[in-house]
């Protein structure tokens, strides 16, 4: 069994890396911390987890960490960071859900977080952990940076075509929504229900801190620079991303797309090709792992319409990062994932 | 392997059946008929199942029905009566998730579904499938009639009570609420979500056909005759039921409501007893099979509150049928139903 | 034109005011403060404003307040009993919206509220603005006490019953469930949009604050003393309550309940009693200022159900509450009220 | 006063004619149609209206609408231009919220309606009721096509680029989204609350039949081609409609965008565009006829967005066909149309 711990339980992420490992057949959850409820019972806070998990939050403590054989942060940014060069002395794995070690230029994650990187070395050694680019990376990495949620959606919708070479790289838009738990569990006025129902709005037009990460992402599938518009919305509900990416071709109307993302994503256990004339819903993919992801051509006209649907929470976040320990530790990259998707 | 079949799987029961079976250890879900669907795959028409139930609905048939160990009743009431006799001639155990044989007062049941029961003979040999209550009945039964989801939400409530003997019987209220999902998947303009969302209502004021089924429950439970108000509400929500039930106490304010709960649900394994001051909520069952139940006594007066909160396509429905089938095949009763809630 | 002021706008019941207050043909908006947001265009906060309400939030200060001829307080509970004294000396005329003069017994008060009250004095002098009960008295009130929420749909829906003496005071039940938005603006976890959407549950069960206030206006319409058990719920949903109410009857099943209903609201602008066998629904009453009340006596049983709907911003708050101005200042008792409830 | 006629009363823009024009100060509703429900009081089917609208439906009949001065047709496509000929043969005037002459070229209409057009001469004649353009034609018009929901919404945001000519225009993309309401009231599966609660998905992609309205609209806007994908989105709440629309700049960044619409837009009363750095909120605009616009131009680099907001009801059918009567008959343009949008 493979002994795991959590930093930063209290959170969205959090709760979601414990429904999921709660039934994971080769993980003991160990460790679960939290400065702020340490003492308190896992499940008093989360009653969904009642009966499931019977761990209490703990004080954050290297020595418990560096116990155990993976470690998942589920931190806000610029946390992770703090602790990697104590931690990673020891023979810890460490999957970061937080976006500390995922932009490699650190100047430019610099000027995006507001923040001096502390641990700009370990970014370098950090594996991207999206296994439908970097898994064999991932196999050896002793730290992984788990995508962002945005991230995810919006790389796997455009890596067959950029791969392919048969749009225009510097003519990107992703327009992107997200269900309101992707804000986090923090007390917001914005994020109340009384201001996010019924409502529906873009924000984070000017810049959103995931631009960098997707454009760093998609410049590694081509050779030619990317340029991306990425705007993000709220959706009034509460788990699902849903991104709408729009190119220009650069091939005629014959060209079979189905085919091309169909062959790519063959051997994909979570990324779910619909068949054509089918469009990719939030709610069937609710609580699971899977990218579902339909591509059309609308009228024969020169543009690609690529959907993807993920749930922000688990591939967006907790089961990406749990299919990255299985990747890492040589597991069966499903274990634990097999959660069926909850509909309607 | 137990080899299961689905009667009339394109309603929510029948999808949340595959849902749960198709991560059920021992069983093999071999056919799911759907007359007006035959032919189509399975998760065409739920994009949800994809990849995890490769099934095409079929016109169903006694034969091939009467092949399988166990056969799920997903219909519409009135529909299963129809096939007893052929089918149950057969070596083959039944969970019927209809109405059809759950009242055992024939006229009643007559009275409330507006037509003749082709079956009343069947009607006695049907175990009604509550497992907290009928656990040893059911392990013999080859036909059980699953609990409707109201009444799975009420009878769970009152159950401690009635059985002590320390509330009045004739002074029962239940005002219960329900997602949209409990009116099923039939195309009607009172379930559409521009009429649904934003709203509360009550509805059956006058009478629901779930009243007959729980006075029968709650009958059984106590020597004197019940009297119940049972009023039903249309929440804003996909799923969950909540049940707050009210009764006048016999007994004074030192009696451990508390304590009485805990000692009734101990080996229960879906009945969660709450700690005291706390509430449930359907949040913390969705997806699960899991009553949460909650006792408290108002400013020490005389009524007693009860609140239940279960998910009514679960413990309502699908989770309870393969409950009670894990119990008629000597099972584990939780194989298949470890789904964690999925929260938030 | 009357001068009106409004202290502490920044809240889901001052903006509330602003949006009814914005279309009323007699009243000069003249003063809204925020200690918070001083300074800032109401705009601003509010976009739904926008072109409708030009002014700037504003230090409170009694000199401009007293130059009003009427001042609505939209604050929490313990801030309006503060000013009474300074204000109440000048020819000014207040309407709070909050809890602070509702209950005449002010020990009773302190220990609901947690804290002294430090405007007892006032307490007798205010008048309790429920106009189907106390329609003359607010005509000269200088202090109007507007009801809460829930106090008014738990109210209008026993008045008939109480008054005509035919249900039994000692054992009513009150089931209500209110809209998110009852839980005001503040950033509070337990309101965030992915904490309540799809959940249901009940809260203050032991006892919640506005017990007191409506046990004393039921209390004032019968010579019996009243017991009330009142369980509020929450729904996922954000305006609208719901009030489903218990008793049992006195009379027998013959009594003209309908007719007893109608006659008693035929003359009440805003209460509008439904054909028999209808249910009030909350989006009928979205936005404006009625109260919708159904009654049932279900199966010819000793219990009488009624169900009432109300916005609770606006017949629960706002709108109550400038109906009470219109009142005491002998304007069209509907102005400013004709919004027309926005469905679907 | 006007005296007023709906054909169609029974679906959701009928509904919302019949609350906007309830409160109009020159309009007497005095007939409303529909064939299914002819006899029923129309506050019968829109508890709502209870006590604001005394009509019952009627029989559709030519006499009787030929006798009122202006007839809205709230009718699916290919339903009133049945009824053109023999009616505007009368001294009345149309507004006709469908689709049947909005667009201009017949056999196109024909190719996306799939039926063949009965009163093509009436197409010519008609105007296209966008009063942001023109509004001069439409003061003397007999017929007014009201404008699509998605093509006002489209239509407002692009039209200061486009006349401005500084963009190119063969490029464009509006990605748009809409509230549940526009799917009308008609029972569809698709339609139901557990099927679009909790979801976000596209639909139409490989051809809305907005798009060629939306396009007739932009070419009249530029005298080059323009180039339109349009892909509209469902989002799980009830009303407003949300644009996001990108385009390539042809001018560099100092061009000042924000002046730019504000210019264009100084004297529209119901275009407000928000101050830089503002997003459009639907919830801002609920049940108002407001559209609300803002744009951006991210990192400084060559796409604009521009994003609209507006009640799909209102100013994307019921609130737009009242503005445009008011043109029609010189009244106050903003006439019946002072609702404050509901928000919370």
Redesign the interface.
């Known amino acids: 069994m493979i002994r795991a711990a959590i930093v930063g339980g209290t959170g969205?992420t959090g709760?979601e890396l414990l429904?999921?490992l709660?039934?994971h057949p080769q993980v003991d959850l160990a460790v679960i911390t939290s400065r702020s409820e340490a003492g308190m019972p896992v499940a008093d806070m989360?009653?969904?987890?009642?009966?499931?998990v019977d761990l209490c939050f703990t004080e954050p403590d290297t020595k418990t960490l560096a116990a155990c054989d993976v470690v998942f942060f589920a931190t806000p940014h610029a946390v992770a960071m703090k602790s990697m060069d104590e931690l990673l002395q020891h023979d810890v794995r460490v999957v970061d859900l937080s976006a500390d070690f995922r932009v490699k230029d650190i100047p430019l994650w610099e000027s995006w977080y507001g923040c001096k990187h502390e641990a700009p070395h370990w970014v370098d050694k950090a594996v991207y952990g999206l296994p439908e680019i970097n898994r064999e990376a991932m196999r050896t990495a002793q730290l992984v940076a788990a995508p962002g949620c945005y991230p995810t959606a919006v790389q796997l919708g455009y890596l067959p075509l950029l791969e392919a070479g048969i749009i225009n790289p510097s003519?990107l838009?992703a327009?992107c929504?997200s269900?309101?738990?992707g804000?986090g569990?923090a007390?917001?006025?914005t994020?109340?229900?009384?201001?996010?129902?019924?409502?529906?709005?873009?924000?984070g037009?000017?810049?959103h801190r995931h631009?960098p990460e997707i454009e760093q992402g998609l410049n590694g599938m081509t050779a030619e620079g990317v340029?991306l518009?990425?705007?993000p919305?709220l959706?009034?509900?509460?788990?699902?991303i849903?991104a709408?990416l729009?190119a220009?071709l650069t091939v005629d109307p014959s060209y079979d797309l189905q085919a091309l993302f169909e062959q790519r994503y063959a051997d994909e256990p979570y990324v779910?090709v619909?068949p054509a004339?089918?469009?990719?819903?939030?709610?069937?993919?609710?609580?699971?792992n899977?990218c579902?992801i339909?591509v059309?051509r609308?009228?024969g006209?020169d543009?690609v319409?690529v959907?993807t649907?993920i749930d922000n929470l688990v591939k967006g976040a907790s089961g990406q990062a749990i299919q990255a320990m299985n990747i890492m530790f040589g597991l069966d990259e499903c274990a634990g994932l097999?959660?069926?998707?909850?509909?309607?």
């Open positions: 969205y709760v429904r999921l709660a039934n989360f009653p969904s987890l009642r009966g499931r003519d838009i327009n929504a269900g309101v738990s804000a569990k007390a917001k006025v994020s109340l229900y009384a201001e996010c129902n019924e409502d529906f709005k873009a924000y037009v000017p810049g631009l340029n518009t990425f705007v919305h959706i009034p509900m509460t788990r699902g849903h709408t729009y220009t779910d619909l004339g089918s469009v990719p819903q939030t709610r069937t993919v609710r609580g699971s899977y579902r339909a059309e609308p009228q006209r543009k319409v959907m649907a097999n959660v069926v998707p909850l509909s309607p």
